[in-house]
């Protein structure tokens, strides 16, 4: 309680996280006051495997505290992007959820016989599929309410409280009572842990604590297909092909079809990706082109003259200092630089016009140019 109030105190105003947190703490309150009101029943009268396992009172004060998690839980932002992300979201949740449905079901359905009704139920699978829904969505999400080493810590104690409960009655029908009450403590110590653990990470960088690597896959859906394999195979070694066994392989069956979906959907996203890519790459190559193209015009406009395509007169000076700063001393090296004037050429305009001007120095200029060896220039 004082290590989740903590971490509401530490994290930033506006975290949706905040909320999650405070819930937290009312979650353990109601399942302390639980514990409590668990422990004067069993004091007060004869223990008996029924009370052992939980007064209605109890249960009550316990599935308040569930709830309320579950109801934070489902109402905690998403922060997913496209409907791609919410298809994939759910494919992999739904693995999950497969997966702890057929854990549940193999667990429960051994100690159906000494169940107590609606309250076994409650008290084990229902519990842990809640549990599992609850950590798979948060640590699925962007940014979940925890860190990553806080969820691992954290999801063991519904998980375990949940197989106490489906295994209780089969525990105290043995006289192994005290393994449950062992396995109660040990679900109870992995809740508080788990606050303590993201206490001391917001105490340690507040800003940093919740904060995960994107990354493109989560190994989730796959842990659980694993382990419905695992599950499968223990079934089958223990007891055949036998109810439990076949809904073990019922489950691996649909948690593998999900995984194969979730694969295709993951294939066409690949390929539209790539469709994406070649479109943006041909985009580029033509956007180059045409800044070659546009590069040349701009060159051309800075050093060549417009009319006769001639060098002006910035070329003509940057070539000339250019072979003036290469030219050895003495005369193997001389530069010759020969002036020419176009004589009687305002006459031409004025009676032939500008038009038959331009065709005249055009003309010059492509005689000019066949006159100067390869290592000259003309300019104009």
């Not at 709830?67 to 998403?78: D, E, G, L």
């Not at 169940?115 to 999400?141: E, H, N, Q, R, T």
């Not at 001393?329 to 038959?356: Q, S, T, W």
């Amino acid at each position: 309680f004082f290590a989740a109030g903590r971490v509401v105190r530490g994290l930033p105003v506006g975290d949706p996280a905040r909320r999650f947190w405070r819930v937290y703490r009312v979650a353990t309150v109601s399942m302390g006051v639980a514990q409590i009101c668990q422990l004067a029943a069993t004091a007060t009268g004869t223990p008996t495997a029924r009370t052992m396992l939980g007064t209605p009172l109890t249960n009550a004060l316990i599935g308040a505290g569930i709830a309320a998690v579950v109801v934070v839980t489902c109402t905690y932002p998403i922060q997913l992007r496209s409907r791609r992300d919410y298809l994939c979201y759910w494919l992999d949740m739904s693995t999950v959820l497969v997966g702890a449905g057929a854990f549940s079901w193999y667990f429960s359905a051994g100690g159906r016989g000494n169940g107590d009704g609606i309250a076994y139920v409650l008290s084990g699978p229902v519990v842990m599929l809640l549990a599992v829904f609850a950590v798979a969505k948060l640590m699925l999400v962007g940014r979940p309410p925890f860190s990553a080493r806080a969820g691992l810590i954290g999801v063991g104690g519904p998980i375990i409280g949940a197989c106490c409960g489906a295994l209780g009655p089969e525990l105290f029908a043995r006289g192994h009572g005290n393994w449950y009450f062992i396995g109660s403590a040990l679900g109870d110590g992995f809740i508080a842990l788990a606050a303590q653990v993201q206490r001391r990470q917001v105490d340690a960088d507040p800003t940093g604590a919740l904060r995960r690597s994107r990354r493109p896959y989560t190994g989730l859906p796959y842990l659980a297909v694993a382990g419905t394999f695992v599950l499968l195979a223990v079934a089958m070694t223990g007891h055949g092909l036998d109810g439990r066994a076949w809904t073990v392989l019922a489950g691996a069956a649909i948690s593998t079809g999900i995984v194969i979906v979730r694969q295709l959907a993951s294939f066409a996203e690949n390929a539209h990706l790539l469709g994406e890519l070649d479109r943006r790459v041909d985009e580029l190559h033509e956007a180059l082109g045409e800044r070659d193209v546009l590069a040349t015009q701009l060159h051309k406009m800075a050093y060549e003259d417009s009319l006769t395509g001639l060098a002006n007169r910035a070329m003509f000076h940057d070539r000339l200092a250019a072979a003036v700063a290469r030219a050895p001393d003495g005369d193997d090296g001389a530069i010759a630089v020969l002036l020419l004037d176009l004589d009687e050429f305002k006459p031409i305009n004025d009676r032939y016009g500008h038009a038959a001007g331009d065709a005249v120095l055009r003309e010059v200029g492509a005689r000019l140019r066949g006159c100067v060896p390869d290592a000259g220039m003309a300019a104009r």
